[in-house]
T-cell receptor, first 118, second 115 residues
């Protein structure tokens, strides 16, 4: 168990709908990352938050948004869903270490949310 | 744009054999990560390699990093069935602000070890 909690584990919805995925990071981790895993695109970085602020943005569509709350949990909102959004969405967290011991900065992944858009 | 290429993408091998998975990347980086993913499961961190010449070993797995060649290897020694999984390398660009932000993953190597 990585200590990163994602809910729900499975989500089935229809095209055009909106869903929210939730992530609770490991205790003490300030950074939260969202990744999308699909067969054709592989693992793609979507977005990172650090202590409530957006820190890095990857291949995140405009229909998707995320936020990190004061208690450090994060939500990924996916709207106007399309068939191609079906994927496994992972949340990961890391502890900001100093450069002298950056092994603290490795990512711990949650078990993912499997999204199926029908 | 940072590109990360793994090869092979699929590997079937017998128990007891040795093999190496290769990870090439396209831009300067001094941080490389290896992850393992079991079917239907999450990703488990295996190694973090931080500098040129870094070598780390755990059990039958050994990872190394050559930043000049932009190459990392994951070597499997005397493979056992329990090592069957998909292995990913991931690279952090050198220009990032620190921390494992914005990792670019390879497509993964699907490893099957036959008894």
């Amino acid at each position: 168990d990585s200590g990163v909690t994602q809910t729900p584990k499975h989500l089935i919805t229809a095209t055009g709908q909106r869903v929210t995925l939730r992530c609770s990071p490991r205790s003490g981790d300030l950074s939260v990352y969202w990744y999308q895993q699909s067969l054709d695109q592989g693992l793609q970085f979507l977005i990172q938050y650090y202590n409530g602020e957006e820190r890095a943005k990857g291949n995140i569509l405009e229909r998707f948004s995320a936020q990190q709350f004061p208690d450090l949990h994060s939500e990924l909102n996916l709207s106007s869903l399309e068939l191609g959004d079906s994927a496994l969405y992972f949340c990961a967290s890391s502890r900001e270490g100093d450069r002298a011991d950056p092994t603290n900065e490795k990512l711990f992944f949650g078990s993912g949310t499997q999204l199926s858009v029908l | 744009e940072l590109k990360v290429e793994q090869n092979p993408l699929f590997l079937s091998m017998q128990e007891g054999k040795n093999y190496t998975i290769y990870c090439n990347y396209s831009t300067t980086s001094d941080r490389l990560y290896w992850y393992r993913q079991d079917p239907g499961k999450s990703l488990e961190s295996l190694f973090v390699l931080l500098s040129n010449g870094a070598v780390k070993q755990e059990g039958r797995l050994m990872a190394s990093l050559d930043t000049k060649a932009r190459l990392s290897t994951l070597h499997i020694t005397a493979a056992v069935h329990d090592l069957s999984a998909t292995y990913f390398c991931a690279v952090e660009p050198a220009y990032s602000g620190g921390g494992a932000d914005g990792l670019t993953f390879g497509k993964g190597t699907h490893l099957i070890i036959q008894p």
